[in-house]
């Protein structure tokens, strides 16, 4: 097979086969650091630490959704019930996302149990009641929004699959809020 040589007078011409093969050659050169190419202009160690903030903040999300849906009672706890139990499966589904692409990243997903809750960035509130329990999963949904949105506009386009991904998890997690909030805005069990 003929290859080309990047310094050859006709190649010179070609700017783009000369890129391309300059990043053949980096691709090679750096194999043993999987999908992280030289063209890769975010801080990483920065994106990693920023992404384990995130990890912990869902982690903690599942937990606290978990122990609504167990503890749930009352009138409406029912309906209530299954939304804490498909908001926590999200939770946990955002976590094996982010705890992927940290792995991607060349980092490892901290999950040690003893510093989650310091390291998330919403807090885990057990909720007196049932209005409680969804009022402060509305505040945890908040913070979560807010953080993620900061996590997004460092990020900007230095890294684009890590700035999807964390779009995709923000706008769950607004869908989180507005049923929240809506189940606030429409309270009429007093046995809550
Ligand atoms: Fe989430
Ligand atoms: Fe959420």
């Known amino acids: 097979m003929p290859t080309q040589q990047p310094a050859s007078p006709q190649v010179a011409h070609s700017p783009f086969v000369a890129d391309i ?36 903040t869902e982690l903690v999300c599942v937990l606290r959704y978990k122990r609504h849906y167990f503890m749930a009672k009352g009138l409406m706890a029912d309906a209530i019930k299954a939304e804490f139990l498909e908001h ?13 692409r940290i792995v991607q990243l060349g980092g490892e997903p901290d999950m040690n149990p003893a510093v989650l809750a310091s390291r998330s960035h919403a807090e885990y509130v057990e909720g007196h009641d049932l209005r409680d329990m969804v009022k402060e999963d509305l505040v945890a949904e908040r913070i979560a929004i807010d953080s993620y949105r900061a996590i997004i506009d460092y990020i900007g386009d230095r890294d684009t699959t890590t700035k999807r991904m964390m779009e995709d998890i923000l706008a769950q997690e607004e869908e989180h809020a507005d049923e929240l909030a809506d189940m606030l805005a429409g309270w009429t069990g007093e046995n809550a």
Do not use: C, F
């Open 88 to 100: 926590a499966n999200d939770e946990q589904a955002h976590a094996d996302r982010i705890a992927e």
């Open 21 to 56: 093969q300059a990043i053949r050659e980096r691709a090679r050169k750096h194999i043993e650091e999987g999908a992280i190419t030289d063209s890769y202009t975010a801080e990483r160690e920065t994106v990693i630490r920023l992404l384990n903030e995130a990890l912990a």
